[in-house]
């Protein structure tokens, strides 16, 4: 088994698309530590697991003990962490914070969202030794509306340049989300990192999408999301057999296993 690094996934642009998920806990990560290039602790977790309204609402130390886990239990991805929502307001506070979360979780590098705006943080941290992933497109943590983005020239202009922005600052990968299929291609052919889409088409270098999403375990779905299975109707007659054998006392079975 031979760990991903850096260097492949850099390799990978215009090659084998690379694939990515998003891992919260230790099955999780054991399983598709298998099959991914990156997983990603992403903020997502406080909806996802936690019922938070926004991604906005997670700290940091909940981040921490996830993304333990997840590196705990991956052997082969390149684990990424995405910073929390205000950990990176400037480049010192992106630094302590960063600095922190590798040291204490052993990830490989971490995702912070934004473009232009966050160029110079990006550049700081990358020169600290820090591997960063990018988060262009749709902001989870500051969009005011989670429209798909790039469908009117002076967005486009915007997003290209920030992709611009990132790739030059250093990053080694960008995810996009939610942007209209042309610009996703625009931006993969213009910078020479590789490009992760979600929401963002098949021009990509790779893909990344929400592990409940793809499970089937989420309440709502973006537009963009491919259900892989039905794990809540799954759990629910698992534990509705369950809810029926020991009430009918055919759970547990009838004979002594302490002999
Ligand atoms: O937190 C997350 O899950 C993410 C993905 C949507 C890329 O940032």
Same mark, same amino acid.
């Given at each position: 088994m031979q760990k991903v690094t850096i260097k492949k996934i850099l390799n990978r642009k215009n090659k084998k698309p690379i694939v990515c998920l998003t891992a919260y806990s230790k099955a999780i990560a054991q399983i598709a530590d298998k099959y991914c290039d990156i997983l990603l602790v992403g903020d997502s977790v406080g909806m996802v697991l936690y019922g938070m309204k926004s991604t906005r609402d997670i700290k940091i130390e909940t981040m921490i003990l996830h993304a333990k886990t997840v590196k705990k239990f991956s052997k082969r991805s390149l684990v990424v962490f995405d910073m929390p929502y205000k =950990?990176? =307001?400037?480049k010192f506070v992106a630094y302590k914070n960063a600095k922190r979360i590798i040291n204490l979780t052993k990830c490989d590098a971490i995702k912070l969202e934004g473009g232009k705006k966050i160029a110079s943080i990006i550049k700081y941290l990358i020169s600290k030794k820090i591997p960063v992933v990018g988060h262009i497109g749709l902001l989870p943590q500051t969009s005011v509306n989670f429209k798909v983005k790039g469908k009117i020239s002076s967005q486009r202009k915007k997003i290209l340049e920030d992709a611009k922005a990132v790739s030059n600052s250093g990053a080694f990968a960008i995810i996009i989300e939610c942007v209209v299929e042309n610009l996703a291609k625009i931006i993969t052919k213009k910078i020479p990192i590789p490009t992760i889409g979600i929401g963002a088409s098949r021009n990509c270098d790779g893909q990344i999408l929400v592990i409940d999403d793809m499970l089937g375990l989420s309440e709502h779905y973006p537009k963009f999301v491919k259900q892989y299975s039905n794990l809540k109707k799954i759990i629910e007659k698992s534990i509705k057999n369950y809810a029926k054998d020991v009430k009918l006392k055919r759970f547990p079975a009838n004979k002594n296993i302490y002999k």
């Open positions: =950990t990176y =307001t400037n």
